[in-house]
């Protein structure tokens, strides 16, 4: 159950109100964006993850991005997030607790870890193994998405947004990480 109280679309006003009649007429309103239009510089912020996910795909594929974004989750132990790229992943004919990686894949599961676990420790073993396939502006847009995906896994993770409807029915693929256990 959220932590906050989830405004109702006739309560929100001015530029907010707007960015929700928008969402609804798109048929993308969310529960975590319902939450972040009770402050309208908030949802403004967090809505740049959009264009930092275009970037993303343009530069690696929508198959690269989503495994990356599902790591970068996952590692992190956002609910709902996870079950967002869950779905996105079984929508790409993939078993989001068993699939095989390409070499790069592999890689960007990797990065997606550390990051979450350490960004201090990325090795720069792992970012030449990554420059095999990308150059250091596709890198730049690959650590900037990681990034920003963290900052909405803690957002959602903090805050405890309730998991939207239509994700309800993938829990069951959610694996909570548990590398944090140890730590105290």
């Known amino acids: 159950m959220a932590r906050v109280n989830l405004k109702q679309a006739n309560e929100l006003t001015g530029d907010a109100k707007k960015a929700y009649d928008e969402l609804d007429a798109a048929g993308k309103v969310t529960n975590m964006k319902l939450v972040m239009l009770q402050d309208y510089g908030t949802y403004k912020a967090f809505m740049g993850w ?23 989750s ?21 078993d989001p607790n ?45 650590v900037g998405f990681g990034a920003q995906m963290q900052a909405t896994n803690n957002f959602n993770s903090v805050l405890g947004v309730d998991v939207d409807t239509r994700l309800l029915p993938l829990k069951e693929y959610f694996k909570p990480a548990t590398w944090r256990d140890s730590i105290k």
């Open 50 to 72: 959009y264009d930092s996910w275009g970037s993303l795909v343009e530069r690696i594929g929508l198959r690269a991005a989503t495994i990356y974004a599902h790591s970068v």
């Open 74 to 94: 996952t590692t992190n132990g956002c609910l709902l997030c996870s079950l967002f790229f869950i779905s996105d992943l079984k929508d790409l004919g993939l």
């Open 98 to 142: 068993s699939f095989e990686t390409s070499e790069s894949e592999a890689l960007l599961q990797q990065l997606g870890r550390q990051i979450v676990k350490d960004p201090t420790k990325v090795s720069d073993d792992l970012l030449n193994g990554l420059r095999k396939f990308y150059s250091d502006e596709d890198i730049i847009v690959i």
